[in-house]
């Protein structure tokens, strides 16, 4: 179960910190928060990686999951949003509410 958001930051942490390119991996949960999947479905260049809504949902759809996570580092040590982090953020946040999945931001 996903209970310990500190906990879960450490893991990320270790597993993506040293990624020489961008990562967006999304963590799938179900209604007790318990992990389903943790996938990490696309890999991009030094400063971005492409996401695509539709693949989110429909991942989250097969996998019967009522909750995500997405994550992603930033290879370039800079862990402020971009704009087009924002703008993802927002729109899974409406694909989720559409398809009664809550979005975790973390």
């Given at each position: 179960m996903v209970s310990n958001w500190d906990a879960l930051g450490?893991?990320?942490?270790?597993?993506?910190?040293?990624?020489?390119v961008e990562e967006v991996r999304i963590?799938?949960?179900?209604?007790?928060?318990?992990?389903?999947?943790n996938e990490a479905l696309w890999q991009g260049s030094?400063?971005?990686?492409?996401?695509?809504?539709?693949?989110?949902?429909?991942?989250a759809?097969?996998?019967g999951a009522t909750a995500l996570i997405i994550v992603h580092n930033h290879p370039s040590g800079d862990a402020?949003?971009?704009?087009?982090?924002?703008r993802l953020t927002r729109?899974?946040?409406e694909a989720g509410?559409?398809?009664k999945a809550t979005v975790h931001d973390t």
């Open positions: 450490d893991y990320l942490t270790a597993a993506m910190a040293h990624k020489r963590l799938f949960l179900n209604a007790k928060n318990m992990l389903l999947a030094v400063d971005e990686a492409s996401v695509h809504i539709r693949e989110v949902k429909a991942r759809i097969a996998l402020t949003p971009s704009q087009q982090d924002i729109d899974l946040v509410r559409h398809m």
